[in-house]
């Protein structure tokens, strides 16, 4: 516990240094006071003032970005920001200001070195630093290249190496040799060589303190360990085996953890797999990697049991929606109930259209890659969506493959993945948007009606019991304005449409569970959620361009 309050506080006083030195420098009142006993005493010219001036700045924004590190107790955060911190107060002697920012500053020093001991987190596995360094030579460069470019095209009469000079100081704000003949020209270079100065301080600074997101996969035998450890009780289990994940195993190798890297969390998604008894040995390997790194530890799509498990580690729960579980054996189309789902089957038989159901490996290479082909075209976004519930991948032995064919051509598509040796999940639903509605509910209704699986997972539900209760007779203001928001963004994310998709098939629901640290976690951890789903989250087209960076 002392731990913990001695980072927040060394937290919230680093960004009160970088405020600090961000006022003392660009606020008129800061700037009044630039005549302080301190600097006259030690007779530091006007040149060094304006240095300094821009070492406080610089220094005082990547103290505001340090902040985030050091919540994090990452050890790389601490180094940097002892370093700024005591550059910090050296440059506001030079600033011959206000004794406050400086006291600030040499506290925040003092209090970094007596609480080193807590700043003990590892830098991510895949960092920025080659790219810091490289970001930094190539700003650096160019500023120096455009300011030397804009000397030799003036009529200053100056040599290569005092243009040269002058060049590499206006980076931090300081007058070199050249003597310019105009005060705009000299205002331009000086502008032109702090803006690339600046800029490549904390861009660096950025590539270097960033929360790196390691490019998971995993191996052959670790895919082939998972496989052995997967059962009935889980129908979300195989989505365990996407690539794109990592995983730690309990030291008896009976249960395990998969987990991707989004944001500095490193998020899990439904249940561990193996035995329920061997679950907290796994949790315990992954909290101790998420330690280590400075990861935030949370688990999405967890069940009740899973829930409970997670709670017993200190992490919050919270319910986020409902599974769609129908048993094949009490489904069927008869009944007042199922009208409207009977209704689309016979309107879509009646238009031609028949359905398949076929095991993966009992298609041809040719049929699984053109059904990936047309699964793509149909998708209808540039991001496939799903984490939890998808697999990103199609044809893997012992999945189900439906298809909806019309005068020949495959109009609609299901994939369902094995839920052990008894159920099935459904992993990926499109269909031709020209195809008639109620596509979908026949091949739902094929497959439930002639599988020999005992239950099927359909669609998650988010939100489900919220809806439900905001439309119940009676509900409260708050209840039925909950469940109106959810509807307002059902139009962009379908929770609504969904939900009543997934109802009309008459299944038992199962609710799943979101775990997570802390309330004041939630943000980045549901940034972290809807970027894995691929809902949301970050800008693509930004993490892109800081990509080829």
């Not at 005591?86 to 506001?92: F, G, K, N, R, W």
């Not at 330690?291 to 530890?297: D, E, L, S």
């Not at 049991?305 to 709670?311: D, E, K, N, P, S």
């Not at 984490?387 to 598509?413: K, N, Y």
Request: aromatic residues 8%; proline residues 4%.
């Amino acid at each position: 516990m002392a731990g913990a309050t001695s980072v927040a506080a060394i937290t919230w006083v680093t960004r009160l240094a970088g405020l600090l030195a961000l006022v003392s420098v660009l606020v008129p009142a800061g700037r009044r006071t630039l005549r302080g006993r301190v600097a006259e005493w030690l007779e530091l010219p006007h040149e060094a003032t304006v240095g300094a001036a821009t070492v406080v700045l610089v220094t005082g924004v990547l103290l505001m970005l340090l902040a985030t590190g050091l919540k994090r107790r990452k050890r790389r955060a601490w180094q940097l920001a002892v370093a700024t911190a005591a550059l910090l107060t050296v440059s506001h002697l030079g600033l011959r200001h206000a004794l406050g920012a400086g006291l600030v500053s040499l506290a925040l020093l003092i209090a970094l070195i007596a609480t080193r001991r807590y700043f003990i987190a590892l830098p991510d596995p895949v960092t920025g630093r080659w790219r810091a360094i490289r970001v930094f030579l190539q700003l650096t460069a160019a500023g120096v290249a455009i300011n030397f470019v804009l000397l030799s095209v003036a009529p200053v009469a100056a040599s290569a190496a005092d243009r040269l000079a002058q060049s590499m100081l206006a980076l931090i704000g300081v007058s070199g040799p050249v003597v310019f003949p105009a005060l705009w020209l000299e205002d331009l270079s000086a502008a032109v060589g702090l803006l690339f100065g600046i800029g490549a301080v904390l861009l660096a600074a950025y590539f270097l303190l960033r929360s790196a997101e390691p490019a998971p996969e995993l191996t052959d035998d670790e895919v082939e360990r998972l496989r052995a450890l997967l059962g009935e009780r889980d129908s979300l289990g195989y989505f365990a085996l996407r690539r794109d994940k990592f995983v730690v195993f309990s030291k008896s190798g009976k249960a395990a953890v998969t987990y991707r890297v989004i944001a500095g969390v490193a998020l899990c998604s439904a249940d561990p797999l193996g035995d329920p008894e061997a679950w907290p040995g796994a949790i315990e390997e992954y909290l101790d990697v998420c330690r280590r790194y400075a990861w935030t530890p949370a688990a999405m799509g967890c069940s009740e049991l899973g829930a409970t498990v997670w709670a017993r580690f200190g992490l919050e729960v919270l319910e986020i929606g409902d599974e769609a579980v129908v048993d094949t054996e009490t489904f069927t189309l008869e009944g007042r109930v199922m009208r409207g789902v009977r209704q689309a089957v016979s309107r879509t038989k009646r238009a031609g259209y028949t359905v398949r159901v076929r095991k993966a490996q009992d298609l041809s290479l040719a049929e699984l890659n053109e059904l990936r082909t047309l699964a793509a075209t149909w998708r209808g976004t540039d991001t496939e969506r799903g984490f939890s519930m998808a697999l990103g991948r199609m044809g893997d032995p012992g999945s189900v493959l439906v298809t909806a064919e019309h005068d020949g051509r495959v109009r609609g598509l299901l994939q369902f993945v094995p839920w052990g040796e008894k159920g099935l999940s459904l992993d990926v639903m499109r269909r031709d948007r020209t195809a008639d509605n109620g596509v979908n509910e026949l091949m739902i209704s094929e497959l439930l009606l002639t599988t020999p699986a005992q239950h099927v997972s359909l669609n998650f539900a988010a939100f489900r019991a919220v809806l439900e209760q905001g439309q119940r007779i009676g509900a409260g203001p708050v209840a039925r304005l909950s469940a109106r928001t959810l509807r307002f963004f059902s139009r962009w994310i379908q929770i609504e449409t969904l939900y009543r998709f997934n109802a009309k098939f008459q299944p038992r629901w199962v609710p799943r569970y979101l775990a997570y640290p802390a309330a004041r976690d939630l943000p980045r951890v549901g940034v972290a959620v809807f970027e894995a789903e691929g809902l949301g989250g970050r800008p693509s087209g930004l993490l892109r361009a800081l990509q080829r960076v």
